[in-house]
């Protein structure tokens, strides 16, 4: 298993960018595909963008063109480079972590979540 830290979040104006981070601790040799999801107020979790390998990428739609994921293959560290911001993309932004153990059981964790605030 896999314990996540995310880190990084905070109130930008509208246009801005901003990078948040997640920190990965415990299994990270066993890591195969990590994602961010976010959730805004009375809404689902939705899923954000995901990297496999350090280098197979998706993006939600409503993010494409905007966001980057990255993680260098086998680095305990994922970002998500966010540029012009606005008011819609305001959620709780979530870590979320696939990995496999030496017996090939799979896990799926998740962070505590890092608040990203867009306003003026």
């Known amino acids: 298993q896999v314990h996540l830290v995310e880190s990084g979040g905070a109130r930008v104006p509208p246009g801005e960018s901003l990078r948040i981070s997640c920190e990965a601790s415990g299994n990270i040799a066993g890591i195969y595909a990590m994602a961010w999801y976010r959730q805004a107020p009375g809404k689902q979790r939705d899923l954000v963008a995901t990297i496999r390998d350090g280098e197979d990428t998706n993006y939600a739609d409503f993010v494409k063109g905007r966001f980057t994921i990255s993680r260098a293959s086998g680095s305990n560290m994922l970002y998500l480079h966010m540029n012009n911001l606005k008011s819609g993309d305001t959620a709780v932004y979530y870590c979320?972590?696939?990995?496999?153990?030496?017996?090939?059981?799979?896990?799926?964790?998740w962070g505590q979540g890092t608040q990203v605030t867009v306003s003026s």
């Open positions: 979320n972590a696939d990995s496999r153990d030496g017996a090939q059981k799979s896990y799926t964790d």
